[in-house]
């Protein structure tokens, strides 16, 4: 088992056998994961869950209701996911998109091709890479892989082919994602568990000091 497509296999594998199923995104509906999507920058989960039940008390969680939503209310309403007022610009601004170009429907953006919708979403102001393709891979079902600061942990501490190549430095979001799009299948369950089971294996044992010793992928 040594090709690059067996060992992210083998290490998907054992992280799903080590932590099971992560059951994520977390959100009763596609709008909640977008809206969780935009809050979560730069906070905790926790903070994001208070301000969504904040919007939901507030009956702010349709996109109506987002749509006609003052911005100094909207600010207040999402203050415990903190930098809330870009938070609630950058809310505003996607769901204005959603409203106006797409007659405020989530199934009529699962019908835009994948690429063409990802370039939509990175032309709002306010949502870059991650944001946009949390929102594709766990709102919308695309096969898009989602990358962030314990996805390129992992790559460099366990894939050093990858780094001889072409070396992880300043903007590495594209480079990642292609590895890993390129080296798995292209199927929204992977995509959307793995991303998840690096989020845990970098909260437990993949911190700034590694807890290599109890990892499970210790080896690999
Ligand atoms: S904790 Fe150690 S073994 Fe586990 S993923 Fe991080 S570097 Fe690898």
């Known amino acids: 088992m040594n090709s690059i ?3 992210l296999i083998k290490i998907f594998n054992t992280l799903l056998n080590a932590f099971g199923k ?3 995104w977390p959100g009763d509906s596609p709008l909640e994961i977008i809206v969780g999507a935009v809050l979560t920058q730069n906070t905790s989960w926790k903070n994001v869950e208070k301000a969504i ?3 939901k008390r507030e009956n702010l969680l349709t996109i109506d209701a987002l749509y006609c939503s003052d911005l100094e209310r909207l600010s207040s309403v999402i ?4 930098f809330f007022n870009i938070k609630a610009i950058r809310l505003k601004n996607l769901i204005k ?3 106006e170009k797409y007659n405020a429907s989530i199934e009529n953006l699962k019908e835009i091709e994948t690429d063409d919708l990802r370039k939509v979403l990175l032309g709002i102001n306010g949502i870059g890479k991650e944001t946009a393709d949390s ?3 766990y709102a919308l079902n695309k096969p898009v892989f989602v990358v962030d600061a314990y996805t390129k ?4 501490h366990h894939i050093p082919p ?3 190549d072409r070396p992880i430095s300043g903007d590495s979001y594209d480079i990642i994602q292609r590895f890993f799009m390129e080296h798995l299948p292209l199927d929204v369950y992977i995509y959307n568990e793995f991303h998840a089971l690096l989020v845990y294996l970098g909260q437990k044992y993949c911190k700034k000091s590694p807890d290599c010793e109890h990892c499970p992928i210790k080896g690999i």
Do not use: F, Q
């Open 153 to 156: 942990r992992l790559i460099k």
């Open 53 to 55: 039940n904040n919007l």
């Open 135 to 137: 929102i594709l891979l």
């Open 97 to 99: 998109v959603l409203y």
């Open 5 to 7: 497509e067996d060992r």
């Open 22 to 24: 992560r059951h994520w």
């Open 79 to 82: 203050k415990p996911s903190g």
């Open 162 to 164: 990858l780094i001889a």
